[in-house]
């Protein structure tokens, strides 16, 4: 990771971590990389989503760029269309599942494929010395809020059944699938029963999405629904729940696909790539039914490199980030819910009876640091991680790590005794706190 990029793109705290003067400086860096570069500009539902817009437009303009703005579209909507539009470089101005104060900006290729890190450091030279263009070379400013359009019926067109005579609950966390979503269930023929579908960048994310999943599990219930989908602020993950209230994360809708996709000849070598949080169960589950798993990093963009790296079609994370590599090179969380319901109608099943695999209990725990790299590289911490590995080894599985958008440090313990799991998950809280 850069100086000020991290495992997805460049985020945090609006005129704290992230300044107009960041923004403006990651935009005129962007157009120094291709000359009279055309980049096109989206955002979420955030309140600081149009002021960081025109900042970073001024800094691609300031370079000579040209700016196409096309407004409120999910994260994947912009991968989809600055291949489709045929521009150079798309961005996203968006903090993903963070609360309302955070915000980021993440970039993609002409390929709809999100920078590198070698790619992003490179851009990070150019942030001292910005360009300036000629009074008669400045870029130029266009908005194509019509460009959504284009996307929802991508996604329309992603399936080839009408979802006529389901009922599906949908959260879309009052974020950047507020109206595509539910818009495009409808064309295909769905109920839908929207629930926190606001252009409310005050609400984004807040008790609702896919971090926060409780409403609409209620809701799916209470409507007797026959599926729910929670995205979060940019729609690039999506959590699901069953006719029944089960929640089902990434993990599970990655081995629903797969499984779907291998019996279609569609899953290259036969093979998933998740990360190192992806739960232990979903590799015995995958094995069973003779399909690879593959770990890389906890990041898309790790995950995507390893599909391209290998040809491989199916990839994804935990968190709901799910990679179709036949569409697009981005997590996406609506196209990936399209597909979900797919499954269900060919199959003929609910969505209860395609997960049929069981997973390790997995406990998760966030702490809030100032200093994550203390804590990481800290004596104690390393020497608590090994003697834990010592008694569940095999069978279980810890995992420390710092977070590459917020200020925490992230704890996993994986086993299949939860009251364990959990007495080890308090015993390492325990000592990152006494380190802090």
Do not use: W
């Amino acid at each position: 990771m850069g100086i000020y990029f991290g495992t997805d793109g460049v985020r945090g705290v609006v005129n704290n971590d992230l300044t107009e003067q960041l923004a403006q400086m990651v935009g005129n860096a962007l157009s120094r990389k291709k000359r009279q570069a055309t980049i096109l500009i989206g955002r979420d539902t955030r309140v600081s989503g149009s002021y960081l817009s025109s900042a970073f437009a001024v800094g691609v303009m300031k370079g000579g760029g040209k700016v196409v703005d096309v407004g409120i579209i999910p994260t994947a909507g912009i991968s989809y269309l600055v291949k489709a539009k045929k521009a150079d470089f798309g961005v996203m101005i968006s903090a993903s599942h963070n609360s309302k104060q955070y915000n980021g900006i993440k970039i993609f290729d002409e390929n709809g494929r999100k920078l590198s890190e070698k790619e992003e450091y490179e851009l990070e030279r150019f942030f001292t010395c910005p360009l300036v263009a000629p009074s008669t070379k400045v870029g130029k400013y266009k908005q194509a809020t019509n460009f959504v359009n284009f996307y929802a019926k991508f996604l329309q067109n992603s399936v080839k059944d009408k979802f006529n005579g389901l009922k599906i609950v949908l959260d879309c966390a009052n974020g950047a699938a507020y109206k595509v979503a539910p818009k495009v269930y409808k064309n295909l023929g769905a109920e839908v029963v929207k629930i926190f579908s606001q252009n409310s960048g005050l609400k984004i994310n807040e008790k609702c999405g896919s971090t926060n999943i409780e409403s609409l599990r209620e809701r799916v219930l209470s409507e007797k629904a026959d599926v729910g989908f929670a995205y979060d602020g940019d729609a690039d993950r999506v959590i699901a729940v069953d006719e029944k209230g089960n929640v089902i994360d990434g993990d599970g809708l990655i081995y629903i696909l797969a499984k779907q996709m291998s019996k279609q000849n569609l899953l290259n070598a036969n093979t998933v790539v998740g990360t190192s949080h992806t739960n232990s169960g979903l590799l015995v589950g995958l094995n069973s039914k003779k399909i690879n798993l593959v770990r890389t990093d906890i990041g898309d963009k790790y995950v995507i490199e390893a599909m391209e790296k290998m040809n491989l079609s199916l990839g994804g994370e935990q968190s709901g980030h799910i990679i179709i590599k036949r569409f697009l090179s981005t997590g996406d969380g609506i196209l990936a819910s399209l597909q979900i319901v797919e499954c269900m109608i060919d199959s003929g099943m609910p969505l209860s009876k395609l997960f049929d695999c069981k997973f390790l209990k997995q406990l998760n725990k966030d702490i809030y640091v100032e200093d994550k790299m203390k804590v990481v590289n800290n004596e104690k911490v390393t020497q608590k991680i090994s003697q834990i590995l010592s008694e569940i080894s095999p069978s279980g599985r810890v995992l420390v790590r710092a977070s590459g958008t917020e200020p925490k440090i992230r704890i996993m313990v994986e086993y299949q005794n939860e009251k364990i799991a959990q007495k080890y998950l308090s015993e390492l809280e325990e000592v990152i706190l006494s380190v802090l």
